[in-house]
């Protein structure tokens, strides 16, 4: 026992092994330290050897300074809310490396006086979407319908369908979130069904708007009516449409799902959407329209509580300018591109590895109900809690005893680090 207390490296000894010290510039003391005096712990119980300390403090230090962890999105999800929804274009986290220092968001360099914030940003919007007169970016979509609320409904009320009173999700409700800003919602026809008359009746000299939700996550089927933003718009009343989803422009393979360009031309006189979910974006909230009601919004004191910060404008105007991002390509892949990968995948597995055909979904909050058609390897399901603690996680979805990794949501790139990561928990090892 002695000896070995004896042998036992000195934290200090072991903080200046370079490649410790390196971990040291990149994680911070802290964070090292600890890590060394538990591999010190462990020598002294005679679980690690003296010299094999330093390989031990390497095996134990964290990837990075964040607890998150970069998963491989294996479910079929496109917008995976659980997974961070989307994930961003190589552009876009290129610009959030770029603003992440000292970055002239708020200063004109020609002239060294104030400039206008996220200029590139607001103006990459305004081009994506001609329609609007003007846009506004806030935190994310519930932002934006609250800052709509509150500024053009405060102590008014707003006419809503039944049919679209909807819960986004963690027990979230749009119109609970409009009543707290002191705007009263007046609710016309039923659960199934609205007509443009239930709104004329509803609207009166209070009313501010007529608010149009997108219900992004539900279907309802059968006997069924709605009224669109252009019969909306007849009614004589500014009509807010909460879009959701973030398309700007109609997509081809979601006929269903509404877009801002549509609501616009159809006489919406705001659109607000999130930044995140189908236009593959950073977490934020747009609000597109007419420019006497974006101006109102800008210039109201509540603007300032939701205001996005320089990171999130510099990824929004990346993915709107530069090529297209992870979502766009998930939506653009073809079922016989995702079929001949996972062939190809499932070969190389060997073994029991097998390819299923799969329907991926949009998710997190888009064209509810519409199928992706798409493909996966499908291996024994007890491979699914390995996989999801190996480094890098992945994630797939269990179904009918079979864990299915669908390449719909994998970038074509990650084919290999997928490969790898099922051949390392096949072979018994630990990520
Ligand atoms: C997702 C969604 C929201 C909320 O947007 P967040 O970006 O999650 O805040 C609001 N309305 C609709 C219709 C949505 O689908």
């Given at each position: 026992?002695?000896d070995?207390?004896?042998?036992?490296?000195?934290?200090?000894?072991?903080?200046?092994?370079?490649?410790?010290?390196?971990?040291?510039?990149?994680?911070?003391?802290?964070?090292?330290k600890?890590?060394?005096?538990?591999?010190?712990?462990?020598?002294?119980?005679?679980?690690?050897?003296?010299?094999?300390?330093?390989?031990?403090?390497?095996?134990r230090?964290?990837?990075?300074?964040?607890?998150?962890?970069?998963?491989?999105?294996a479910?079929?999800?496109?917008?995976?809310?659980?997974?961070?929804?989307?994930?961003?274009?190589?552009?876009?986290?290129?610009?959030?490396?770029?603003?992440?220092?000292?970055?002239?968001?708020?200063?004109?360099?020609?002239?060294?006086?104030?400039?206008?914030?996220?200029?590139?940003?607001?103006?990459?919007?305004?081009?994506?979407?001609?329609?609007?007169?003007?846009?506004?970016?806030?935190?994310?979509?519930?932002?934006?319908?609250?800052?709509?609320?509150?500024?053009?409904?405060?102590?008014?009320?707003?006419?809503?369908?039944?049919?679209?009173?909807?819960?986004?999700?963690?027990?979230?409700?749009?119109?609970e979130?409009?009543?707290?800003?002191?705007v009263?919602?007046?609710?016309?026809?039923?659960?199934?069904?609205?007509?443009?008359?239930?709104?004329a009746?509803?609207?009166?000299?209070?009313?501010?708007?007529?608010?149009?939700?997108h219900?992004?996550?539900?279907?309802?089927?059968?006997?069924?009516?709605?009224?669109?933003?252009?019969?909306?718009?007849?009614?004589?009343?500014?009509?807010?449409?909460?879009?959701?989803?973030?398309?700007?422009?109609?997509?081809?393979?979601?006929?269903?799902?509404?877009?801002?360009?549509?609501?616009?031309?159809?006489g919406?006189?705001?659109?607000?959407?999130?930044?995140?979910?189908?236009?593959?974006?950073?977490?934020?909230?747009?609000?597109?329209?007419?420019?006497?009601?974006?101006?109102?919004?800008?210039?109201?004191?509540?603007?300032?509580?939701?205001?996005?910060?320089?990171?999130?404008?510099?990824?929004?105007?990346?993915?709107?300018?530069?090529?297209?991002?992870?979502?766009?390509?998930?939506?653009?892949?073809?079922?016989?591109?995702v079929?001949?990968?996972?062939?190809?995948l499932?070969?190389?597995?060997g073994?029991?590895?097998?390819?299923?055909?799969?329907?991926?979904?949009?998710?997190?909050?888009?064209?509810?109900?519409?199928?992706?058609?798409?493909?996966?390897?499908?291996?024994?399901?007890?491979?699914?809690?390995?996989?999801?603690?190996?480094?890098?996680?992945?994630?797939?979805?269990?179904?009918?005893?079979?864990?299915?990794?669908?390449?719909?949501?994998?970038?074509?790139?990650?084919?290999?680090?997928?490969?790898?990561?099922?051949?390392?928990?096949?072979?018994?090892?630990?990520?």
């Amino acid at each position: 026992m002695d000896d070995r207390r004896r042998d036992v490296p000195r934290t200090d000894t072991v903080l200046a092994e370079p490649v410790v010290a390196e971990a040291v510039d990149r994680l911070g003391r802290p964070a090292v330290k600890a890590v060394v005096a538990g591999v010190l712990e462990s020598c002294r119980a005679g679980e690690v050897a003296p010299d094999g300390v330093v390989a031990e403090v390497v095996d134990r230090l964290p990837p990075s300074s964040t607890s998150l962890r970069a998963v491989v999105n294996a479910t079929g999800v496109v917008v995976h809310t659980n997974l961070g929804r989307a994930p961003l274009s190589r552009a876009a986290v290129d610009a959030l490396v770029l603003a992440a220092g000292a970055t002239d968001v708020e200063l004109d360099l020609a002239t060294g006086r104030r400039g206008a914030r996220g200029r590139g940003a607001l103006a990459a919007l305004r081009a994506a979407v001609p329609d609007a007169e003007d846009a506004h970016v806030v935190n994310n979509g519930a932002a934006a319908v609250a800052l709509a609320a509150r500024a053009l409904a405060a102590d008014r009320e707003v006419v809503v369908a039944r049919g679209e009173l909807v819960e986004i999700g963690d027990g979230f409700r749009i119109p609970e979130l409009v009543e707290s800003l002191g705007v009263r919602l007046r609710e016309v026809g039923t659960t199934n069904r609205v007509r443009l008359e239930d709104y004329a009746a509803a609207v009166g000299e209070r009313t501010a708007f007529v608010l149009k939700v997108h219900p992004s996550n539900f279907r309802v089927e059968g006997f069924t009516s709605s009224v669109g933003v252009a019969e909306l718009a007849t009614l004589g009343l500014p009509v807010v449409a909460d879009l959701g989803s973030g398309l700007l422009r109609p997509h081809p393979r979601l006929p269903q799902e509404p877009d801002a360009t549509s609501a616009l031309r159809a006489g919406a006189s705001l659109v607000t959407a999130s930044g995140d979910k189908l236009l593959g974006g950073p977490q934020c909230g747009l609000l597109l329209g007419r420019a006497d009601v974006v101006h109102a919004l800008r210039r109201h004191p509540m603007a300032r509580a939701v205001r996005v910060d320089k990171l999130t404008l510099a990824a929004l105007e990346a993915t709107l300018t530069g090529p297209i991002p992870p979502v766009a390509e998930a939506l653009s892949r073809s079922t016989a591109d995702v079929e001949a990968r996972a062939r190809r995948l499932a070969a190389a597995i060997g073994g029991d590895a097998t390819v299923e055909s799969t329907e991926g979904r949009v998710g997190g909050g888009g064209a509810p109900g519409v199928p992706l058609p798409s493909a996966a390897v499908s291996l024994p399901a007890d491979l699914a809690a390995p996989l999801r603690l190996g480094e890098p996680p992945v994630v797939g979805r269990v179904r009918g005893g079979r864990l299915l990794l669908d390449l719909l949501t994998v970038p074509e790139g990650a084919d290999d680090v997928l490969l790898e990561a099922v051949r390392r928990v096949r072979s018994g090892g630990v990520g």
